[in-house]
């Protein structure tokens, strides 16, 4: 009989520890929040890597390319970016003629057999500013080449350059994605933000790498080429603090060719879709803006019908993706907006079950730094995403970790998204540790303004900081906050499902260990406007 009683005492122990490994769903929320203050033994940031550091270093000659780049243009076809040529910096720069090199891409689906070939276009884009002792940059020659007939979930081989000249990159491969199905879905998608060129950059990328994503998505703010001056030197963590008699927003260009070759290990191999973030403004003299990011990136805008860089939808297996643009207007009568609504109504939630929003400045936020900062972007258009029941909403901006409850208009609703901010890429303006709540934290009046658009304050209306601009304690729609650097994968395993890991990067040689973990689960069912109404009935 002994035996019996240790079998069973052996069960109740495996029972006690599954169900304590257990992943929670959103099914089991809305949570109490929690909040996992930052870790003192952990630096809160550190410098940016020289571009004579091996990762960032040209290593081919002037007509061979370089920061090669994917990006998903239909389920069909793919987009191939790179670089040629000899950047320039100095004050005075010629450019570079596009025409003087080819744009080939050479692709099939065997090594070294191709047995298509595709030709695109190139340009080159200038970085100019006419004041005393500032440095003026073009860029090397910039191509972009769209390869299709592509058939799903199919490993192709490519080499993209100019033939002519003998001046082709080694052998690269790719993966393309699944078709839109509602049985079909990328293998793992990774999501960052805020990257920058840290040490701690170097560790987010090469987690991402080790988790090997099959599409990435990168949430703006990448290179932090403006805490720079012009003639480079050292960046700053604060541009405005280190440098107070700046003419302008000064950036040093080269930092983005620095950016590209530090990604282009994984960028040549994975489709990245990125989105603009306020360090991508970069100003020049005559209202010009967003250059670098409008020339280097190759987007699905026209595929879309957004006709703009700035926001633009594509399809990933059962998965629809909104990229939305927080510094280009976003008022309902404006072109976005019109934009958006012809987009959502289009979505089949029979072939995309899924429907996940992403854009750079957060919504929801507790955290002090950027506290409501976007709240009139808020104001127009959450309800058009909450009525089209948009599933995942992903930000940046905040250089922290952040997990919401499902809530809608700051009130916990069972139908609206789920929130997240990863703005925790590890750049060189360091981790956010401070929240609104915090005693003595509560932004002031003057803080918090952003550098395109309004401001709309609000104080709550209603519930535990009702009239008050901030919470005594961490907000009810906040579920999970932490001050670390890291990236985060989406991992969709069907129509309701999806699994999503914040991945912390001191975490990143442990087993099977993570910051934050949780099934976000759709109930279309539920929400339907008709089911609302039911239960609104039953209720009253």
């Given at each position: 009989?002994?035996?019996?009683?240790?079998?069973?005492?052996?069960?109740?122990?495996?029972?006690?520890?599954?169900?304590?490994?257990?992943?929670?769903?959103?099914?089991d929320?809305?949570?109490l929040p929690?909040?996992?203050?930052?870790?003192?033994?952990?630096?809160?940031?550190?410098?940016?890597?020289?571009?004579?550091?091996?990762?960032?270093?040209k290593?081919?000659?002037?007509?061979?390319?370089?920061?090669?780049?994917?990006?998903?243009?239909?389920?069909?076809?793919m987009?191939?970016?790179?670089?040629?040529?000899?950047?320039?910096?100095?004050?005075?720069?010629?450019a570079?003629?596009?025409s003087?090199?080819?744009?080939?891409?050479?692709y099939?689906?065997?090594?070294?057999?191709?047995?298509?070939?595709?030709?695109?276009?190139?340009?080159?884009?200038?970085?100019?500013?006419?004041?005393?002792?500032?440095?003026?940059?073009?860029?090397g020659?910039?191509?972009?080449?769209?390869?299709?007939?592509?058939?799903?979930?199919?490993?192709?081989?490519?080499?993209?350059?100019?033939s002519?000249?003998?001046?082709?990159?080694k052998?690269?491969?790719?993966?393309?994605?699944?078709?839109?199905?509602?049985?079909s879905?990328?293998?793992?998608i990774?999501?960052?933000?805020?990257?920058?060129?840290?040490?701690?950059?170097?560790?987010?990328?090469?987690?991402?790498?080790?988790?090997?994503?099959?599409?990435?998505?990168?949430?703006?703010?990448?290179?932090?080429?403006?805490?720079?001056?012009?003639?480079?030197?050292?960046?700053?963590?604060?541009?405005?603090?280190?440098?107070?008699?700046?003419?302008?927003?000064?950036?040093?260009?080269?930092?983005?060719?620095?950016?590209?070759?530090?990604?282009?290990?994984?960028?040549?191999?994975?489709?990245?879709?990125?989105?603009?973030?306020?360090?991508?403004?970069?100003?020049?003299i005559?209202?010009?803006?967003?250059?670098?990011?409008?020339?280097?990136?190759?987007?699905?805008?026209?595929?879309?019908?957004?006709?703009?860089?700035f926001?633009?939808?594509?399809?990933a297996?059962?998965?629809?993706?909104?990229?939305?643009?927080?510094?280009?207007?976003?008022n309902a009568?404006?072109?976005?907006?019109?934009?958006?609504?012809?987009?959502?109504?289009?979505?089949?939630?029979?072939?995309?079950?899924?429907?996940?929003a992403?854009?750079?400045?957060?919504?929801?936020?507790?955290?002090?730094?950027?506290?409501?900062?976007?709240?009139?972007?808020?104001?127009?258009?959450?309800?058009l995403?909450?009525?089209?029941?948009?599933?995942?909403?992903?930000?940046?901006?905040?250089?922290?970790?952040?997990?919401?409850?499902?809530v809608?208009?700051?009130?916990?609703?069972?139908?609206?998204?789920?929130?997240?901010?990863?703005?925790?890429?590890?750049?060189?303006?360091?981790?956010?540790?401070?929240?609104?709540?915090?005693?003595?934290k509560?932004?002031?009046?003057?803080?918090?303004?952003p550098?395109?658009?309004?401001?709309?304050?609000?104080?709550?209306s209603?519930?535990?900081?009702?009239?008050?601009?901030c919470?005594?304690?961490?907000?009810?729609?906040?579920?999970?906050?932490?001050?670390?650097?890291?990236?985060?994968?989406?991992?969709?395993?069907?129509?309701?499902?999806?699994?999503?890991?914040?991945?912390?990067?001191q975490?990143?040689?442990?087993?099977?260990?993570?910051?934050?973990?949780?099934?976000?689960?759709?109930?279309?069912?539920?929400?339907?406007?008709?089911?609302?109404?039911?239960?609104?009935?039953?209720?009253?």
């Amino acid at each position: 009989m002994k035996w019996i009683y240790i079998a069973h005492f052996l069960l109740l122990i495996r029972l006690i520890v599954a169900d304590h490994r257990r992943i929670p769903t959103t099914l089991d929320g809305p949570f109490l929040p929690v909040t996992r203050r930052f870790d003192p033994s952990l630096r809160r940031g550190s410098d940016d890597l020289p571009l004579d550091h091996p990762r960032l270093r040209k290593n081919v000659s002037s007509n061979f390319p370089e920061q090669i780049a994917l990006a998903i243009s239909t389920p069909s076809s793919m987009w191939v970016s790179w670089v040629t040529g000899d950047a320039q910096i100095g004050k005075n720069v010629t450019a570079l003629d596009p025409s003087s090199i080819a744009s080939e891409v050479w692709y099939g689906k065997e090594s070294e057999k191709y047995t298509s070939v595709r030709r695109g276009l190139s340009t080159v884009y200038s970085q100019l500013y006419p004041f005393e002792g500032l440095l003026n940059y073009t860029s090397g020659i910039v191509h972009h080449v769209r390869i299709d007939g592509l058939d799903p979930e199919t490993k192709y081989y490519y080499r993209c350059g100019d033939s002519s000249i003998s001046a082709l990159s080694k052998e690269h491969v790719f993966k393309t994605l699944p078709v839109p199905s509602k049985s079909s879905y990328p293998h793992r998608i990774a999501i960052v933000g805020d990257l920058g060129l840290t040490s701690n950059s170097t560790t987010t990328v090469d987690h991402m790498v080790k988790n090997d994503p099959s599409l990435i998505l990168m949430l703006g703010d990448l290179t932090y080429a403006n805490q720079y001056r012009t003639t480079g030197g050292k960046g700053a963590s604060c541009f405005s603090c280190a440098f107070p008699d700046a003419p302008i927003r000064e950036t040093y260009q080269p930092r983005w060719d620095g950016w590209g070759r530090f990604m282009e290990p994984l960028t040549s191999r994975v489709p990245m879709m990125v989105i603009e973030g306020n360090h991508e403004i970069e100003p020049q003299i005559s209202g010009i803006t967003f250059e670098s990011y409008l020339t280097r990136f190759a987007v699905p805008s026209a595929e879309s019908g957004s006709n703009s860089s700035f926001y633009y939808s594509f399809n990933a297996g059962g998965v629809h993706f909104l990229m939305l643009g927080a510094y280009v207007d976003y008022n309902a009568t404006g072109a976005q907006y019109a934009w958006l609504k012809e987009d959502l109504s289009k979505v089949d939630r029979s072939l995309t079950p899924w429907l996940v929003a992403a854009w750079h400045p957060p919504w929801y936020n507790s955290y002090a730094s950027h506290y409501q900062e976007f709240e009139c972007m808020r104001q127009e258009m959450e309800h058009l995403l909450y009525e089209h029941h948009v599933d995942i909403v992903f930000s940046g901006h905040v250089h922290a970790y952040e997990r919401m409850n499902r809530v809608f208009d700051y009130t916990l609703d069972p139908c609206g998204p789920v929130y997240i901010t990863v703005g925790d890429g590890g750049n060189i303006e360091k981790v956010d540790v401070d929240h609104a709540d915090d005693p003595g934290k509560c932004p002031s009046a003057g803080d918090n303004i952003p550098e395109i658009g309004g401001v709309c304050r609000l104080n709550y209306s209603s519930g535990p900081a009702e009239g008050k601009f901030c919470w005594n304690t961490q907000p009810e729609w906040s579920a999970f906050r932490e001050s670390s650097f890291g990236h985060g994968t989406l991992e969709v395993t069907n129509s309701t499902h999806a699994l999503w890991t914040w991945h912390r990067n001191q975490d990143m040689y442990k087993d099977d260990s993570h910051g934050d973990q949780i099934y976000i689960v759709r109930q279309p069912g539920a929400c339907s406007p008709t089911a609302k109404v039911a239960s609104v009935s039953i209720l009253s």
